[in-house]
């Protein structure tokens, strides 16, 4: 697989990742998981970078409402969803090699609800144990030398492949909020978490003890962030104006999207869209 390096349409991994044009810190390969892991894993990312000396490159992310497994030569973490945005920051030379899991995996990785791993992230081994240190070391063995090599992103892949296997089949809640999350970030339309309830015969109460406990959020939030996301990749793509993204986001007026967006993001729609649009 090639690394990404031509202009195109955001697609729907690359909308969350808020990248400044022009920043060359790093190449990053994408891979699609294997049809056996649909359901529990999503997507493969695999950055590689080199930062000069005494510089740093910040990678803010708008998050989407699923953990993270990330192993890189320095750590192997286990990570909650991200409520706000995310920032890593590369420094030197590194690589990393990173899982995007469904919805459904994160309570079954973390054996339990993973409300206590919002905006947090812990050692994979303390969700693991050792097969976590195992996965580790089989990356970072994998990874030794020519960390863009297509065979070295295969080992490290079929690493987690293997680590996580077990957790198969996901289990019928781990379905249904599979279905939830892609009916929110699937429609548009939806912007009341009344909308959601009807269309899985849920009460309030029960689709929001089944977010919480599988994604460690809320309904609401599940909206706003798809919402915020699809605002993100509008601003970066020009043409369009602030009044008309808020519109075809379904807000009642400029002004609410406006503190949404700057809220989440820390900037407003005008000063993100000059920093990040290209």
Not at 236 to 259: C, K, N
Request: one cysteine or more; a positive charge.
């Amino acid at each position: 697989m090639e690394p990404d390096t031509a202009p195109r349409r955001l697609d729907h991994v690359e909308r969350a990742h808020l990248r400044s044009p022009g920043d060359a810190s790093h190449v990053m390969y994408r891979y699609a998981a294997a049809p056996e892991f649909t359901g529990l894993l999503e997507r493969f990312w695999i950055p590689v970078w080199s930062v000069p000396p005494g510089r740093e490159a910040p990678q803010q992310v708008l998050q989407y409402p699923v953990t993270l497994l990330v192993v890189s030569g320095d750590y192997a973490r286990f990570h909650g969803v991200v409520s706000g945005l995310s920032t890593t920051t590369l420094t030197g030379d590194g690589w990393a090699v990173g899982v995007m899991c469904a919805p459904a995996a994160g309570a079954l990785v973390a054996r339990g609800s993973v409300a206590p791993y919002t905006d947090r992230h812990v050692p994979l081994a303390q969700v693991l144990g050792a097969d976590g240190e195992r996965l580790t070391a089989r990356v970072r063995a994998a990874m030794t030398g020519d960390s863009t090599s297509p065979a070295a992103h295969r080992a490290a892949m079929d690493a987690f492949g293997d680590a996580l296997r077990p957790l198969l089949p996901v289990d019928p809640e781990g379905q249904l909020v599979n279905r939830v999350v892609a009916f929110v970030e699937g429609d548009h339309a939806v912007t009341r978490v009344a909308q959601v309830c009807a269309a899985f015969d849920l009460s309030e109460r029960a689709l929001q003890r089944l977010v919480r406990r599988r994604l460690g959020l809320t309904p609401k939030w599940l909206i706003q962030r798809r919402r915020l996301q699809e605002a993100a990749e509008r601003l970066r793509a020009r043409g369009t104006t602030l009044a008309e993204v808020s519109a075809l986001l379904g807000y009642a007026d400029q002004p609410h999207f406006s503190r949404d967006f700057a809220r989440v993001t820390g900037m407003t729609p005008g000063a993100f869209a000059a920093r990040f649009a290209g």
